[in-house]
């Protein structure tokens, strides 16, 4: 196995060539760790349901969880109203601005392509202000406008009702619009 090096009298392999002594049993082949221990005692553990005190403990910690929960959503939602009175609203700004959804529109109906559109846009504001946006982006923007075009009682219903939330008022049910036949 190798020179064996003499110290005194002992003779002993280098240190790369020992065994290491084993700490741990060895583990069984199947990869498994063998389980110490009653099983039937392990399977109580964990089918016992916490009953008397412990039930009612653990009823009282679940309601105030609850609770919490409510309070965070709520004054979540304060939070959000009172910025939106303030002017500021959430999210990233548009890339895709209403004048250069005009200036598409316009380019669109004298027969010109988005593709040859797009280099022509630029961003005005945000992380991407001075590139231009991407082709997907215009797509989108004219797909929204397309979408906005086609329902109009749909987005007026929303603006009466942002208006109704700006004055404070809360707004009722809307009539049923008349189904198109």
Do not use: W
């Amino acid at each position: 196995m190798g020179e064996l090096l003499r110290r005194g009298r002992a003779c002993r392999r280098p240190r790369g060539l020992r065994p290491r002594p084993r700490r741990t049993p060895p583990r069984p082949p199947s990869g498994e760790r063998p389980f110490r221990g009653r099983p039937e005692a392990a399977q109580a553990r964990l089918d016992r349901v916490p009953s008397g005190p412990g039930k009612l403990l653990f009823a009282f910690f679940a309601a105030m969880a609850e609770t919490e929960r409510e309070n965070i959503r709520e004054s979540t939602l304060e939070g959000l109203d009172t910025a939106a009175r303030k002017g500021k609203h959430g999210g990233r700004p548009p890339v895709i601005t209403d004048d250069m959804l005009h200036t598409v529109l316009r380019r669109r109906a004298l027969g010109e392509s988005v593709e040859q559109i797009q280099p022509d846009l630029i961003i005005p504001t945000g992380k991407r202000k001075g590139q231009n946006p991407s082709v997907a982006s215009v797509y989108r923007a004219l797909a929204e406008y397309a979408r906005r075009e086609a329902y109009p009682e749909a987005v007026e219903a929303a603006h009466a009702d942002f208006a109704a939330l700006q004055a404070s008022e809360f707004p009722g049910p809307r009539a049923e619009p008349e189904t198109v036949r």
